[in-house]
């Protein structure tokens, strides 16, 4: 399980965690994984393409297109994490920027992967983002998705950290 905070002071994201870039890459993901990923629940993206940098913050988009297999698949964890997580603000806001995460690196995806990712595919082959310090955005940044990095500036993550 990831750390998970809800709180955040203004210039950094956590204690011994680097501070956010200017600008933040953001990447789209389908709910219900982008839920997952900013619960902490899910720790490892899957990409056909590497992370393209050593290590650094990422913003989840949650698409407005929903898995429908995957929340039948993965209906009692997330059953479980929504009852876990009932205080905290709500993450599934479609068509929004719902959180953040720290990536903290990239290699391919094994099978012994399947549970951290919620999914597992071998074909084509897949790189395994790992995932840490996850952060829901206690207000979500309307946005259409990207279909590859966009970039959002670094003070329009603070504010929708911070619920401002």
């Known amino acids: 399980m990831t750390q998970l905070s809800m709180f955040l002071p203004h ?3 956590g204690p011994g965690l ?3 870039p200017e600008r933040v890459p953001c990447i789209s993901l389908w709910a219900p994984y982008a839920e997952l990923v900013v619960y902490g629940e ?3 993206e899957t990409r056909t393409w590497p992370w393209p940098y050593a290590a650094g913050w990422l913003v989840i988009h949650e698409a407005k297109h929903v898995d429908r297999e ?3 698949r993965l209906e009692l964890r997330i059953r479980a994490m929504r009852e876990r997580h009932a205080a905290w603000p709500k993450a599934g806001s479609s068509g929004a920027a719902i959180g953040l995460v720290y990536v903290t690196g990239c290699r ?3 099978p012994a992967d399947e549970e951290a990712a919620c999914f597992y595919a071998s074909d084509p082959p897949r790189f395994a983002w790992t995932l840490d310090h996850s952060h829901v955005l206690r207000r979500p940044v309307a946005m259409r998705g990207p279909q590859k990095f966009v970039y959002l500036p670094r003070e329009t993550v603070l504010a929708a950290l911070e619920g401002s």
């Open 11 to 13: 210039a950094a994201v």
């Open 18 to 20: 680097p501070p956010l």
């Open 42 to 44: 899910k720790t490892i």
């Open 70 to 72: 995957a929340e039948r």
């Open 108 to 110: 391919p995806l094994l």
